[in-house]
């Protein structure tokens, strides 16, 4: 299944194929369309609702056909070079959008994107383990609707090994094949001549230029890969593939810097990634600056106009997730309910309420303590990690531990 980039009604693609520069007025062709990965953000969307809700229904009779579909069209869209003895996806755009194909090419896309590639490896290695997991029921309704073939577990077993990613001497993860031959951007005298340079993409066309030439980003592309898996999920895809990384945090730092400074945030989504991904790696409030960047998207149209066309709902999402998995430090990824907070230094409190399997928790956090509420009656307890230590949360009751 290869989801639109955009659609309407019937799940048809309906991104638009031209695109307007304010710039200079004039119109040129729109390649977004080629953001395959949107299938990506589908999968991974069916897999955490799966894993937090543990909908086993909603599995069996959907979540497991969508998942697998997409699985399958990435298969068929990996091609196998026997010169790299690697697996190579072409034709694509990545998450900054501003790269349309790679310089002197006459084919639109580029080839092998960090994201996608990286992201793609992870799905199939989970759509490997749900096969394992589903029902021989629930396979055989599978094969008998998609005609799905075991055998084709296969090439995603090769893939989980093989796929093609771009790695510097540097450690930094090129961005696609053939970014680190781009140009460096002159980015102190574009700033000083246009003042607003988040499209830069249009500021170079107006100018007979292309974005193509350049090591820039309309917003994180690489770095989003560290903000829908954790730098050791990474790491270990990436060491899985045969490129070794000894320190993750000090991996995520060199492309986190490597990448902050060649990114112009065309888009209010990039703030709340790098919110996230600065996290891991700076101490302070270098997130909380970000974050507030982030809010600030509408109440002051960052965009510089955008938001007469309408309000930027995905910013607005993200910004709960920083929230959620920065400030409070809630993670359920594990299985079980993890809390490390990282509250900015200003606040005093934060307090919400979160469902994870159909049990809902009240969480407090304070400077000083950390209160937990299991919510409902009964009487089976369920073990939660907060700030490293162990504990045993009762139905009814509240458990306080020192931040």
């Not at 997409?70 to 034709?91: L, M, N, P, Q």
């Not at 509420?373 to 504990?391: D, N």
């Amino acid at each position: 299944a290869m989801y639109p980039w955009q659609t309407a009604d019937d799940g048809t693609e309906e991104t638009q194929s031209v695109h307007f520069n304010p710039k200079d007025g004039s119109w040129g062709p729109d390649l977004s369309r080629r953001q395959r990965h949107v299938s990506i953000a589908v999968f991974n969307n069916v897999y955490k609702y799966i894993t937090s809700s543990n909908d086993k229904k909603f599995l069996h009779k959907y979540g497991a056909e969508i998942m697998l579909e997409i699985a399958r069209f990435w298969a068929s869209a990996a091609v196998y070079d026997k010169k790299t003895e690697r697996f190579h996806i072409k034709g694509v755009m990545g998450p900054d959008e501003f790269h349309e194909a790679i310089p002197g090419s006459k084919e639109h896309g580029i080839t092998d994107n960090a994201y996608t590639n990286i992201m793609v490896v992870w799905l199939l290695e989970k759509m490997v383990e749900l096969m394992d997991r589903l029902p021989k029921k629930t396979v055989k309704k599978l094969q008998e609707k998609t005609g799905f073939k075991i055998k084709e577990t296969e090439k995603w077993e090769q893939m989980i090994q093989k796929i093609n990613v771009k790695l510097s001497k540097d450690n930094i993860i090129s961005q696609f094949d053939g970014y680190m031959n781009l140009k460096e951007l002159d980015w102190k005298g574009y700033k000083e001549k246009y003042g607003n340079i988040h499209r830069m993409d249009r500021i170079l066309k107006s100018e007979g230029d292309s974005p193509d030439h350049y090591k820039l980003a309309k917003q994180a592309d690489v770095l989003m890969t560290f903000y829908v898996l954790a730098p050791d999920e990474v790491t270990h895809i990436l060491e899985r593939l045969g490129y070794p990384v000894k320190d993750s945090l000090e991996f995520l730092k060199r492309n986190y810097e490597y990448y902050e400074q060649r990114t112009s945030h065309g888009s209010t989504l990039s703030k709340v990634v790098h919110a996230v991904v600065s996290s891991y790696i700076h101490a302070g409030d270098t997130a909380w600056e970000w974050f507030f960047e982030a809010m600030e998207s509408d109440v002051n149209d960052t965009q510089g106009g955008t938001t007469l066309e309408g309000i930027h709902t995905g910013v607005m999402a993200g910004t709960l997730d920083v929230i959620m998995r920065y400030f409070a430090g809630v993670e359920l990824s594990s299985g079980q309910l993890e809390i490390n907070p990282n509250m900015p230094s200003h606040w005093n409190m934060l307090s919400f309420k979160i469902c994870d399997k159909k049990q809902w928790y009240h969480i407090e956090i304070t400077k000083e303590n950390i209160l937990v509420k299991l919510l409902g009656r009964g009487e089976t307890k369920i073990i939660a990690t907060i700030v490293g230590k162990k504990v045993s949360l009762a139905p009814g009751k509240a458990t306080t531990v020192k931040s």
